[in-house]
């Protein structure tokens, strides 16, 4: 399965997993490059509708970029649809590609609305635009930046942490954007229940994330289930989303974008790395609280309170976008980490996924080690 090739690092340009990652998101930026031009030169759209279009489509954009530099380092920045001049694009570098990405989200700020275009939360507006950007500055490591984009977030009213149980509902109230799905799930981000994900939730005496919860944390049992694989061995699996919209009325639940516990979690990190210590304890204490567990020790500073910070990330965020390993990689502990769990077949270069031989082939990139 994709599951046991991603755990194991057995991935193949020829037909990695990973590809389509890659194949999938460079096709969503020609779409948005191509809507930015299309909003540009139309003469028919209202000012107003113009505006919120070429916001949303800026905001898209960030999000594919970052995610492309997060998962394959340096690679071709592309602003318009003419392949035959951006297949020779070389690489520009992962610092520059997130300093795009702001750009876009801060151009996006200025042009989206404050309020939801449609009924439901499935547009960007302002609050999710700075959710991205919160996103964003931190794995640049512009800490203040992060702090004020996620600020505007947190102090807008219509948004408040839920209850564990309701957290990824429809209406749900910290809810930011969310993907809307007539049927079920898709499977962008977000793995579903079902037994591919033990390879996400470890049950060995090492690098168990079940057992990193404490044991009163009512996130442990609300996040991850315990069932038989039929052969007496007991699996952890993923338990995040409860309704998988295959009943007869749908989903009472939507894939979530953004969602505020995430943003507290931003601000609470660029807090730390920013010595303002007893704000970032604030921030992560309301999903302690949250979790019926004891605030964290008012005596953590510095680097011990980025790592406690990092690990509520861990447990909060766990299954979602990737989150965790962005993390260990912003923290620069990925390789402590991994090089622990998996002795003998870590290595630094798996950091990167491999660009797919097909666009090697078709252009003057030099695949990654």
Not at 94 to 101: E, F
Request: charged share 20%; proline share 2%.
């Amino acid at each position: 399965s994709a599951g046991y090739v991603l755990y194991n690092y057995q991935l193949r340009p020829i037909d990695a997993p990973t590809n389509d990652y890659w194949t999938n998101f460079y096709r969503y930026i020609y779409y948005t490059n191509s809507i930015i031009a299309g909003v540009d030169a139309s003469t028919g759209m209202t000012a107003g509708y113009k505006k919120q279009c070429k916001g949303e489509a800026l905001a898209w954009r960030a999000f594919f970029y970052y995610y492309l530099a997060s998962f394959y380092g340096p690679l071709p920045y592309v602003t318009d649809g003419n392949y035959a001049v951006t297949s020779h694009y070389t690489r520009t570098g992962t610092d520059s590609i997130l300093s795009y990405c702001m750009t876009d989200l801060k151009s996006a700020d200025s042009l989206v609305s404050e309020d939801y275009p449609t009924t439901g939360r499935f547009h960007f507006n302002r609050a999710a635009v700075n959710a991205l950007l919160a996103r964003v500055a931190l794995a640049k490591g512009d800490y203040q930046e992060a702090i004020n984009a996620a600020s505007l977030v947190l102090n807008d009213n219509r948004y408040a942490l839920a209850t564990l149980h309701d957290m990824f509902n429809e209406s749900s109230t910290e809810t930011i954007m969310q993907l809307w799905n007539q049927y079920s799930y898709t499977f962008v981000g977000q793995a579903s229940n079902n037994e591919s994900t033990t390879y996400g939730v470890t049950h060995d005496s090492d690098g168990s994330l079940y057992s990193a919860f404490d044991e009163n944390d009512a996130r442990r049992d609300r996040f991850i289930k315990q069932q038989d694989d039929g052969t007496g061995t007991l699996l952890f699996v993923n338990n995040k989303y409860l309704n998988n919209g295959s009943d007869d009325n749908g989903p009472s639940e939507y894939l979530i974008m953004f969602r505020l516990d995430e943003v507290l979690l931003n601000r609470a990190e660029a807090y730390a790395r920013l010595q303002q210590n007893e704000k970032a304890l604030d921030d992560a204490n309301q999903l302690r609280r949250r979790a019926g567990i004891d605030n964290l020790s008012s005596s953590l500073n510095g680097q011990d309170l980025t790592d406690a910070i990092i690990e509520e990330r861990r447990k909060e965020l766990c299954f979602e976008w990737a989150d965790r390993w962005l993390s260990l990689k912003r923290n620069k502990n990925i390789n402590t980490v991994l090089g622990t769990f998996k002795q003998g077949s870590w290595n630094e270069k798996y950091m990167l996924f491999p660009i797919p031989l097909s666009d090697i082939k078709n252009s003057s990139l030099i695949q990654n080690p």
